[in-house]
């Protein structure tokens, strides 16, 4: 079983990361369970704008596409940013909205018998609402959205320090990753046992 972490923060490499951070708690227990997990950090490279599979010459989208449909889990990770997904993350789902149409040889819809979870950091409240965003955009494209698929570190309602600058409420975040990943993981092989037909 593969899994990939497609990280939507707006540093660029070699930058720390603090939603790449709790995304590797995550990716620690999908290991653990035997889950090979693949990192994209997106905003490192030139995704295109547009909602086709593939926006011409240079445009970096097909290569990550090809990973996405490699792994039965999905985890997009996004900072808060005024309350809402990053900018990054919308790019990110606005190009898998070519998904909506694709099929495969059976005529199921290309995210069907996959699953996806949400990681969400910020030093501002939001982290439910990004939670619902993410999480509506991926159940729209097909993929299957387990219960507690999601973990998320904040500090509340206004500025803060950032999540790798503060231990408060680590405990409480990475217990639900590893409970975030044991879901995608258990629910993952539960629809490969059983996978979904074409709809109608």
Excluded: F
């Amino acid at each position: 079983m593969r899994a990939l972490v497609v990280n939507c923060t707006l540093k660029k490499s070699p930058e720390p990361s603090n939603t790449e951070a709790l995304a590797q708690v995550v990716a620690g227990r999908l290991t653990e369970l035997g889950v090979r997990t693949d990192h994209v950090r997106a905003v490192d490279l030139d995704i295109r704008p547009g909602v086709g599979s593939d926006m011409g010459d240079g445009d970096a989208w097909p290569a990550v596409r090809e990973k996405i449909l490699a792994a039965e889990i999905l985890v997009m990770a996004s900072p808060t940013w005024l309350g809402r997904p990053s900018s990054v993350a919308q790019r990110v789902l606005e190009r898998m909205d070519a998904m909506l149409s694709e099929t495969d040889d059976e005529g199921r819809p290309v995210a069907y018998n996959r699953v996806a979870g949400v990681v969400v950091t910020g030093n501002e409240d939001g982290a439910h609402h990004v939670i619902s965003e993410i999480s509506g955009a991926l159940v729209d494209i097909g993929y299957t959205v387990p219960g507690q698929s999601w973990t998320y570190w904040h500090l509340g309602p206004g500025p803060g320090p950032d999540y790798l600058d503060e231990s408060k409420g680590h405990e409480w975040s990475h217990k639900t990753a590893r409970a975030m990943a044991a879901n995608l993981q258990g629910v993952a092989a539960a629809l490969a046992a059983r996978p979904l037909g074409a709809p109608g």
